[in-house]
């Protein structure tokens, strides 16, 4: 771009979004040049230089969203919207610079409707402030991720997250009723008051999950509950990881109501529930929680505890579940969580009850035999049950990886694909709750077979400069 033509750019956005909502500066720019994908900060601690952004804006409103989208296409100019950065899988990098659309100026919490139990918000709010104003009303919005601190409702939704207690309360996209975005030619859409209906397909799905591809999301409404009345929490330690499955899965298929299932496997027991939790124990220890009504609690947990027990599941205690409850984002954070320069990648998947054994010892099995010369581990847990199946949060290790940038990246990228292929042979799916982004985009062809072409062509529709987010998704 000539620099004329830049400032050109850059004042047009001025007019926009204000002279303090448009950063030029070298420091502003770079702050964007990673998210938590292992590849963009082993990129930067090697010293190579990051994709950076042309323009940081900051809009306040869907209006001004709207009317920057149109300059970025009346120039070609690429556009990543931007929530709280705490993705892992490249999903923000600007790989063809551009406008970074950071949307935490837009942050207002709209309504909070006491009767029908919905709360609206702009896509900018954080999901911890969200929460904790909605637990002063005696309300809760049930998603508990473990990015809360610095993740976004737009962020929630533009990539399908799961929060903790997603076995009750569902995943982020299952909580919306309504939601406002803007289309990549700068058109201001809003979706039906209702997310249940007869009047044609859902256009809810345009945004939801398309990770800034689509659009952009300006405005939700999600579904909100009352906070319970008490939440209770046990722990069970099974000899096999087949029998906590076989536990979770009868829980699940039984129609009892966990708010929350997390089964992990012994090398995960080790690594997590020892090492962090120092709870003493040795093979797939199991946290089950319930919550709501303190009768209700009582009830399901009994029927819980008859099950996890009849499958030789050792009763631990509530002592050891409210531990995990009370330090459950210790996992995430200094001197606990994974970190440079370690080599490691966090490889959800899901599929059915039937599937995910084979899925976990073909996944173990690709990643410790296949790349045993560079010492590779695997650990998976087991943290959002559904009524048909499952979901695995599985990551792979590498203690000493090669140097230099470029063969590091190579190797990351050589674990991960053998994995994922190996979870697409038994049925699963490339990701669950994380994202596709940049790092995972190449998959999306063999994910969708035949339907792949039926993408490529509502992207072309509604995106015909391909100005939105272009390198992520495979698109």
Not at 7 to 31: H, K, N, P, Q, Y
Not at 36 to 41: A, G, I, P, T
Not at 399 to 409: G, L, M, N, V, W
């Amino acid at each position: 771009m000539n620099k004329l033509l830049y400032e050109i750019i850059r004042e047009e956005l001025c007019d926009v979004v204000g002279e303090d909502g448009v950063d030029t500066s070298e420091a502003g720019r770079f702050c964007y040049g990673a998210d938590y994908s292992w590849v963009s900060r082993a990129w930067v601690d090697r010293g190579m230089a990051p994709p950076l952004p042309d323009y940081v804006v900051l809009p306040h409103s869907t209006e001004e969203v709207s009317r920057v989208l149109k300059i970025a296409n009346h120039y070609k100019v690429p556009v990543v919207p931007y929530a709280g950065g705490t993705g892992v899988n490249g999903g923000i990098l600007a790989l063809y610079g551009g406008i970074m659309l950071d949307l935490k100026r837009m942050k207002r919490l709209l309504r909070i409707d006491e009767k029908s139990l919905t709360v609206t918000a702009e896509a900018g709010i954080n999901g911890e402030f969200l929460e904790r104003e909605l637990n002063l009303k005696g309300l809760t919005l049930g998603h508990y991720p473990a990015s809360g601190y610095c993740a976004t409702l737009g962020g929630y939704l533009a990539a399908r997250g799961s929060g903790t207690l997603s076995t009750k309360y569902g995943k982020a996209e299952e909580r919306v009723v309504a939601m406002e975005g803007v289309l990549p030619t700068g058109e201001i859409v809003r979706t039906l008051p209702v997310p249940r209906h007869a009047t044609g397909p859902d256009f809810l799905n345009f945004f939801i999950g398309s990770e800034g591809t689509l659009g952009v999301i300006t405005e939700v409404t999600m579904m909100v509950d009352p906070l319970p009345e008490v939440r209770d929490f046990q722990g069970f330690l099974f000899k096999s990881l087949a029998d906590g499955i076989e536990a979770g899965r009868r829980i699940m298929t039984e129609r009892l109501r966990p708010c929350v299932i997390r089964l992990y496997d012994p090398p995960s027991t080790i690594r997590f529930i020892q090492k962090v939790l120092g709870i003493q124990v040795e093979g797939s220890f199991m946290v089950v929680g319930c919550d709501g009504k303190k009768d209700m609690v009582t009830l399901e947990m009994k029927e819980i505890g008859k099950i996890c027990k009849a499958l030789g599941g050792e009763d631990r205690g509530r002592k050891p579940g409210e531990t995990w409850w009370e330090e459950r984002y210790k996992f995430y954070f200094p001197p606990f969580c994974p970190d440079l320069p370690e080599l490691f990648g966090t490889m959800d998947s899901v599929t059915t009850y039937d599937r995910i054994i084979p899925l976990y010892e073909a996944k173990k099995k690709t990643i410790e035999e296949g790349f045993k010369d560079f010492g590779a581990r695997y650990t998976a847990h087991f943290s959002h049950w559904f009524p048909w199946g499952t979901m695995i949060y599985d990551r792979f290790f590498v203690e000493k990886p090669p140097q230099d940038p470029r063969e590091a990246i190579q190797l990351h990228n050589r674990i991960w694909a053998a994995a994922i292929r190996a979870a697409l042979a038994e049925g699963g799916v490339v990701n669950e709750h994380h994202g596709i982004g940049q790092k995972l985009g190449y998959f999306m062809p063999e994910q969708l077979g035949s339907a792949w072409p039926v993408l490529v062509s509502l992207k072309k529709m509604l995106d015909p400069n391909n100005i939105m987010n272009p390198g992520k998704m495979g698109l």
